[in-house]
């Protein structure tokens, strides 16, 4: 329904802009806050423009970490983070790849039986099978590592059922075509389905991505090394100070810093990401 | 370059209770071009798949020149296809679409090249090699399609409906152009088709198949001068031939002269009605139903009481009837086809005007 009457036109501007605020003030908050000195909070008083120490919260929370939360500095988190985000990335794409794969165009026995075991993982996400898996991973002494780390978060279905469902659109004749051409089944996945899924694979790199680096629950339990910490349980533990405030210039600053990758991910990957949800290049 | 020799060959898919093909004996000669035509389900693809080894055998025997290839692998058979949707690689170029069966051949580099530049040469397609599939046109794609199956050389190409998707004016100039690039590489050639016209047009050979048996085999003409069963006459030639049962023209009391005793349906193409009906054989009185202007011909649907399909009478250039209008017809007697209570045709397949039909006179 197309209207054109200049009070809706305002009104439906009125309703967005008050949303993009609600949305957008905190972040705002985070921002401004991240940019006074450690003494402004402790009056009570939120300022909501920006002041001058923004160099030296930066610099000292990347450096050095906060004295009295015992933790590394910010920049290693960071790391730790990306580092845990893209090997949840990598390895669920390429085991979801090969495991699509094999359901939508191998004929083996236990197919079926495999393939509802696979969409049973969809049903218990690691909150639900937290305890069980924790117990697993500390058995075989992956605590404090990235493996431990990593793969519980790495094994569920999600992305195998949108590359099979991408998989099952390929037509058959491509297939044929490609088996009369003498491609065997790697070159065909290798030459073929490779490339075709190249939008696929950009999008849903986007959003595991963004998933690994959110995790907080699991990293929060299987590391109590310092080396390990990621980004978003430390700005927990920059809350949480024993007999202490709060500084919360560093905990903004933190919090900017953390928001920071899987934006750039998001703008970066913008153009592919739409691409890979909406066409299909066959 | 090879023969390709079928010999009992059946199909059964698993959990079907019927099977597609029942036994097809099937020898095509080398440099032969042979089309596949029946109606739908008749098991024409199948046969064809069977031969490029996306199907596998039940039992029988494919042999390529002296290879029995039942149990290699499609690639392994040294057969190229083109298919119905062309099946190009959408995120290669023309030439990476054209290298790639060879390339997975170990075709030295330089090899490749010549042949793609050739292939390229012949079907005119320079212009578009690297371009990607989705930029070109479903004529061009079609092109780069038997590019694909030309630059491999094969022993046998195999089309499977491959004009299926183009508009009819593009369909005239595509038919003609394969059967130049295929007259010009002698390559055996087996075309699945359910268009009549190509199957006319385009073969050496015309197989129709029905219903999982080949119905007859012959040279397009043989087949369209002396269709061995019911299903031939009406299936070969548009529109097909009028079949009229005897027991409903002597019902109606038509003077049928001298047809042999065994006789149970006789049959006449549109084009050899006529309305000269001095001296002819069997006249019939019948009523203009239908008038069908094309341009270069006229088909006209007579019916009458006690005939239940309508027969068409086809005239060249325009004939200006209207429907209501009382029409009087003759059936030569050289044009008759006469057929027997199983649908099969009486006396030896031949041309027209010979004996056996005189004899029906």
Same mark, same amino acid.
């Given at each position: 329904m197309i209207e054109n009457r200049r009070w809706l036109d305002f009104l439906t501007h009125a309703i967005l802009i008050l949303g993009v605020a609600i949305v957008a003030f905190p972040v705002w908050v985070a921002l401004v806050a991240s940019t006074h000195p450690a003494g402004t909070f402790a009056t009570g008083h939120m300022p909501l423009l920006p002041g001058g120490a923004a160099w030296e919260n930066y610099s000292t929370v990347l450096g /050095?970490?906060?004295?009295?939360?015992? /933790?590394?500095?910010l920049w290693r988190m960071l790391v730790n983070s990306a580092v845990m985000a893209v090997l949840i990335t990598v390895g669920k794409i390429a085991i979801s790849l090969t495991s699509a794969y094999a359901i939508v165009w191998f004929r083996f026995p236990l197919r079926v039986v495999c393939f509802w075991l696979i969409f049973i993982t969809l049903m218990l996400p690691v909150e639900v099978r937290i305890l069980p898996t924790f117990k697993v991973v500390a058995d075989f002494g992956l605590l404090n590592s990235w493996v431990g780390l990593t793969l519980p978060l790495i094994a569920s279905a999600t992305a195998t059922f949108l590359f099979r469902q991408f998989f099952m659109t390929v037509p058959e004749e491509l297939v044929e075509a490609a088996r009369i051409d003498g491609a065997g089944p790697m070159k065909f996945f290798r030459d073929i389905l490779l490339p075709l899924s190249r939008t696929n694979i950009a999008a849903l790199s986007v959003i595991l991505f963004i998933y690994g680096w959110v995790q907080y629950l699991w990293p929060t339990l299987v590391t109590t090394d310092p080396k390990f910490y990621t980004i978003v349980m430390g700005i927990k533990r920059m809350v949480a100070v024993a007999e202490a405030d709060p500084q919360w210039n560093f905990v903004m600053a933190a919090v900017v810093l953390a928001m920071l990758p899987p934006v750039l991910v998001v703008i970066f990957m913008q153009r592919l990401f739409v691409k890979g949800l909406i066409e299909t290049e066959k | 370059m090879a023969r390709i020799q079928i010999g009992a060959l059946r199909k059964t898919y698993p959990g079907a209770k019927t099977d597609t093909l029942h036994g097809i004996d099937l020898t095509i000669e080398d440099g032969e071009m042979a089309v596949l035509v029946g109606p739908s389900g008749c098991g024409k693809s199948t046969l064809l798949r069977m031969i490029a080894g996306l199907e596998s055998v039940t039992s029988g025997d494919i042999r390529i020149g002296e290879r029995v290839v039942n149990q290699l692998e499609p690639a392994e058979r040294d057969i190229a296809m083109v298919f119905q949707n062309y099946?190009?690689?959408?995120?290669?170029?023309v030439r990476g679409n054209l290298e790639y069966g060879l390339k997975n051949r170990r075709t030295p580099r330089a090899e490749i090249d010549a042949r793609v530049t050739e292939a390229a040469r012949v079907l005119e397609i320079e212009p578009f090699l690297d371009r990607k599939p989705q930029a070109l046109s479903g004529g061009q794609r079609q092109r780069v399609a038997m590019g694909r199956a030309i630059v491999r050389k094969p022993q046998a190409f195999l089309f499977d409906e491959?004009?299926?998707?183009?508009?009819a004016r593009l369909r005239g100039q595509m038919r003609v152009e394969i059967r130049r690039l295929q007259r010009r590489f002698a390559t055996t050639s087996i075309y699945v088709t359910h268009d009549q016209l190509e199957a006319m047009t385009m073969a050496d050979k015309l197989v129709v198949m029905n219903a999982g048996r080949i119905e007859q085999v012959g040279s397009p003409m043989d087949l369209f001068d002396a269709p061995r069963s019911l299903f031939m006459a009406s299936f070969i030639g548009a529109p097909g031939m009028n079949l009229l049962p005897v027991d409903d023209l002597r019902g109606a009391g038509v003077?049928?002269?001298?047809?042999?005793?065994?006789?149970?349906v006789i049959g006449i193409r549109p084009e050899h009605?006529?309305?000269?009906?001095?001296?002819?054989?069997i006249v019939l009185d019948l009523t203009v139903e239908a008038v069908e202007l094309v341009g270069s011909e006229t088909l006209v649907h007579l019916g009458a009481a006690g005939l239940s399909a309508p027969l068409v009478l086809r005239r060249p250039g325009a004939l200006s009837v209207a429907p209501g209008t009382p029409l009087r017809v003759a059936l030569p007697a050289g044009h008759l086809h006469g057929f027997d209570g199983h649908g099969l045709r009486i006396?030896?397949?031949?041309?027209?005007?010979?004996?056996q039909t005189a004899a029906m006179s």
């Open positions: /050095s970490g906060m004295r009295g939360a015992g /933790s590394e500095p | 099946a190009l690689y959408p995120h290669m170029t491959p004009l299926s998707n183009l508009d003077d049928l002269g001298g047809l042999p005793g065994n006789t149970s009605l006529t309305t000269d009906t001095v001296g002819a054989g006396g030896a397949a031949s041309r027209q005007g010979q004996p």
